[in-house]
């Protein structure tokens, strides 16, 4: 018994300061998780967590220190970014309390979350599923993940995005509207979660259009930066 086909290959993230690999099994997002974010949504409310997912093969992995190239997709003309703190589980479960939910964290990485904007919005008011303006090729870009031992749990910490050096995104975890730890203990109650799932946590207020050729320099405290030129 074989494959019919050679099997696809494992998408990983490099591990910071060592040549180890993170391999992962799913990417999970949140939404509106910033309340400025949810507000130029056109929301206001607090809201219980809800998520979207990303194919494995999503993530750009983009080492510290270099630029990545990110192809401009197809069929969209409103491409926005939305800069996020990752988390990368390295331990899983069932109904995490958020209490236990530090101990299942591997660690860290700055992550942007591309979005077909105008999809998203035609899908939306149509009540269609988001997959086609958020899981498409290259729509996770991605630092190298920091273990936790080096970083310490990240609760309070500067977030930010510059586009053409331009300041777009700026915040802090801090603001996160449900805390890493609490949208573990809410994730974890819908799908089990696996050693190799990353966590997408949501993004600041800021979010907007790029276009070919801009670049992308955005970054979180005690993590690193993670720069991306649109192609």
């Not at 494995?56 to 192809?71: K, W």
């Not at 491409?79 to 109904?95: C, D, M, Q, R, T």
Request: some cysteine; proline content about 7%.
């Amino acid at each position: 018994m074989g494959y019919v086909f050679a099997a696809p290959a494992q998408a990983v993230v490099p591990i910071d300061s060592t040549s180890d690999l993170f391999p992962v099994h799913r990417i999970y997002c949140v939404g509106r998780n910033y309340a400025e974010h949810a507000k130029e949504m056109g929301f206001s409310e607090r809201e219980a967590p809800f998520f979207f997912a990303k194919p494995p093969d999503a993530v750009l992995p983009v080492p510290f220190g270099s630029t990545g190239e990110l192809p401009y997709p197809g069929e969209t003309t409103n491409l926005h970014h939305e800069i996020e703190l990752v988390v990368a589980i390295g331990s899983g479960g069932s109904n995490i309390a958020a209490g236990d939910a530090a101990k299942h964290i591997y660690g860290y990485a700055v992550g942007l979350d591309m979005t077909r904007r105008d999809l998203q919005f035609a899908m939306r008011d149509k009540g269609r599923p988001w997959d086609v303006a958020k899981g498409f090729d290259h729509s996770a870009p991605i630092s190298p993940i920091k273990p936790v031992s080096m970083t310490g749990e990240i609760v309070s910490a500067q977030i930010w995005l510059n586009v053409n050096g331009e300041r777009r995104q700026a915040s802090s975890t801090s603001k996160l509207i449900w805390s890493v730890n609490e949208t573990i203990e809410h994730l974890s109650r819908f799908f089990e979660l696996r050693p190799g799932d990353l966590i997408y946590t949501g993004t600041p207020e800021g979010v907007g259009a790029v276009k070919r050729g801009d670049e992308l320099d955005g970054g979180i405290e005690h993590i690193g930066a993670l720069k991306v030129k649109v192609v």
